[in-house]
């Protein structure tokens, strides 16, 4: 079974810096997607990041593009989204997901919260 685990979330003031990490298991393929997606309270989920599990090729909204950036261990297990310069209005709960034979799967999200 697919399971993704986001950790590194927390409280940081505005202009600081956390990095998230999204834990893949069970995924059959040798490369695939992780995508990085946030909401807000009362807004949307948006989609941020998309990246390959090996690193190499990678997507980011405008609204992040120049600030986070996204890497992957030599096992190509854990994807992370290094986040830079946050602002207030970067507060979510942020989640990855990955897709297997068809299927879309989340993980339960991490909290970043950004104090001005």
């Known amino acids: 079974e697919v399971q993704l685990v986001e950790s590194g979330g927390g409280l940081v003031q505005a202009g600081g810096s956390l990095r998230l990490s999204c834990t893949a298991s069970g995924i059959t393929s040798a490369d695939y997607a992780i995508g990085w997606f946030r909401q807000a309270p009362g807004k949307e989920r948006e989609g941020i990041s998309c990246?390959?599990?090996?690193?190499?090729?990678?997507w980011y909204a405008n609204s992040v593009k120049g600030r986070f950036t996204t890497s992957s261990d030599n096992a190509k297990t854990t994807v992370y989204l290094q986040m830079n310069s946050l602002k207030p209005e970067d507060t979510a709960v942020y989640y990855c997901?990955?897709?297997?034979?068809?299927?879309?799967?989340w993980g339960k999200g991490t909290l970043v919260t950004v104090s001005s």
């Open positions: 990246v390959n599990n090996n690193g190499r090729h990678s």
């Open positions: 997901t990955a897709p297997q034979l068809g299927r879309q799967y």
